[in-house]
């Protein structure tokens, strides 16, 4: 029986993989996908090997009845080990499948994922009477023009150009401020000049009086 993916899908822009009666957990499976649903491939695989290293928690926003809190995360957490390394299988086959159809895969995105459960059966044994984790766990990837990182790069080019501007106003102000001091110094260096020029002519009209000689003075009388 073929199986039926939840989400939709086209051949041409995206790849596909499912792992059938993986024996996992549901409910982690639930939470893992929340974590990484929208993220590129790379980021979504740095993701869960940060999990199964045990460096860095997945946050529990719907099954988190006595759970933990965890530092990193900022809220209720756990490292579900096998249930990351489960989906990172399922996500490189997805990748595969990508790269076999001439896929772009470093600008994909997880663009569905899901979680369902699957059949339980009954353990053997000493645990009889329990019955077996199993789920369904399905992958969609899709080629888009821009992923969620460039996004940050957009940020960070924006910073960068709002420093520069902050950075010019405060050059433009120095420079006015650099402008105005000059024009000042000017301003006083030319009332000394004209200073210096007015006492000179006071000087020379002074000089002028005093060299006319006294014979002219009574021919003018």
Known sequence: MDYRYAGAYSKETMARAVGKDVVISTKNSVEIAKMIKGMSIEKAKARLQLVIELKKAVPYTRFNDDVAHKKAIGGPGRFPQKTAKEILKILESAEINAQFKGLDTTSMVIQHICAHKAARPWKHGRQGRRKAKRTHFEIILAEVQGTKEPKKENKQN??????????????????????????????????????????????NQESKQKSVSPKTQEEKQ
């Open 158 to 203: 924006k910073k960068e150009d709002k420093q520069k501007i902050k950075e010019s106003k405060s050059i433009g102000k120095v420079k006015s401020e650099k402008e105005a001091k000059i024009a000042e110094k000017k301003e006083v260096k030319e009332t000394k000049l004209d200073e210096k020029k007015e006492t000179k002519e006071m000087e």
